[in-house]
């Protein structure tokens, strides 16, 4: 094992944009399961593969999409925000869509 090819928990929580304590907890939990391949344990930290950190953080760029915001605005209801989107739906469907 080269730790050149390996990132700590931490590091890769990092990567993914992620918050140190709980993008961290999130990954050794990953790891911990087995849902990491080539994650190993040294002493209590947990090593992950810079491969799949990278892969991950790639995917996660790729979802983003056109950067377009996701969710209801802010201040935005949960009310309001159906109504828009019911309306939407209501226009694509009268549009030939949907």
């Known amino acids: 094992?080269?730790?050149?090819?390996?990132?700590?928990?931490i590091?890769?929580?990092?990567l993914l944009?992620?918050?140190?304590?709980t993008g961290g907890a999130n990954i050794r939990t990953?790891?911990?399961s087995?849902?990491?391949?080539?994650a190993e344990k040294v002493?209590?930290?947990?090593?992950?593969p810079r491969a799949w950190a990278e892969?991950?953080?790639?995917?996660k760029r790729l979802l983003?999409?056109?950067?377009?915001?996701?969710?209801r605005p802010p201040g935005q209801s949960k009310k309001s925000a159906a109504k828009t989107l019911g309306q939407y739906g209501q226009m694509k469907m009268h549009a030939g869509g949907a």
Do not use: C, H, V, Y
Request: hydrophobic share 35%; net charge positive.
């Open 30 to 32: 990953l790891a911990r």
């Open 17 to 21: 944009g992620e918050s140190q304590t």
């Open 64 to 71: 983003a999409g056109d950067g377009k915001p996701r969710g």
């Open 1 to 9: 094992m080269t730790t050149a090819n390996f990132i700590t928990s």
């Open 55 to 59: 892969e991950k953080a790639e995917r």
């Open 43 to 48: 002493g209590r930290d947990w090593l992950i």
């Open 11 to 14: 590091e890769a929580a990092a």
């Open 34 to 38: 087995g849902k990491i391949p080539g």
